[in-house]
T-cell receptor
Framework: QQQVKQSPQSLIVQKGGISIINCAYE??????FPWYQQFPGKGPALLIA?????SEKKEGRFTISFNKSAKQFSLHIMDSQPGDSATYFC??????????FGTGTSLTVIP | DSGVTQTPKHLITATGQRVTLRCSPR?????VYWYQQSLDQGLQFLIQ???????AKGNILERFSAQQFPDLHSELNLSSLELGDSALYFC????????????FGEGSWLTVV
């Protein structure tokens, strides 16, 4: 059973636009929700993370929106740039447990 | 640089052979995770160790095994290799057993020919 479901699989956005990637989770015990960014041939790198006690977290152009009742969280990339073109993974975890990753979203930002 | 070191970076080997991938976690991290990523695929969780003990097992084949040593480095052993085992293998580490950030290494590219 997929613990974390991610959509869309791929996304094409114009430069300057907003990129939105969505994730949904099953286990209400999850208490840590990170997003990772991966460039080709590189390891995933932490982008931004949130805990369920807040509904939104913003770091620069990147924002996580978290809806605890719907068991959903999303990544918003404002003013998307060609350098943001990468694969993005959401994940969920809790203390004493492994990380569950989404299937990834390939983002392409067109100049 | 995440602080997680993986060796070798690239490896080409023949079918039926055995290889060992090595991972040194970030200083102070007790957990080590192994993931497999095939071309255009997501991150497939293989196994997790915490302070030398196995903590969680994912879709790890019986031909694969891993361990974490007293100095906290970890090794992933892949045996009787098949063409389909060609993938990027990532090691990641974290301070605790989950619920906080994990940091990935740069990966080990395995090509089975």
């Amino acid at each position: 059973q997929q613990q974390v479901k991610q959509s869309p699989q791929s996304l094409i956005v114009q430069k300057g636009g907003i990129s939105i990637i969505n994730c949904a989770y099953e286990n209400t015990a999850f208490d840590y929700f990170p997003w990772y960014q991966q460039f080709p041939g590189k390891g995933p790198a932490l982008l931004i993370a949130i805990r369920p006690d807040v509904s939104e977290k913003k770091e620069g152009r990147f924002t996580i929106s978290f809806n605890k009742s719907a068991k959903q969280f999303s990544l918003h990339i404002m003013d998307s740039q060609p350098g943001d073109s990468a694969t993005y993974f959401c994940a969920a975890s809790m203390v004493g447990n492994q990380f569950y990753f989404g299937t990834g979203t390939s983002l392409t930002v067109i100049p | 640089d995440s602080g997680v070191t993986q060796t070798p970076k690239h490896l080409i080997t023949a079918t039926g052979q055995r290889v060992t991938l090595r991972c040194s976690p970030r200083s102070g991290d007790l957990s080590v995770y192994w993931y497999q990523q095939s071309l255009d695929q997501g991150l497939q969780f293989l196994i997790q160790y915490y302070n030398g003990e196995e903590r969680a097992k994912g879709n790890i084949l019986e031909r694969f095994s891993a361990q974490q040593f007293p100095d906290l480095h970890s090794e992933l052993n892949l045996s009787s290799l098949e063409l389909g085992d060609s993938a990027l293998y990532f090691c990641a580490s974290s301070v605790g057993e989950g619920g906080n950030t994990i940091y990935f290494g740069e990966g080990s590219w395995l090509t089975v020919v």
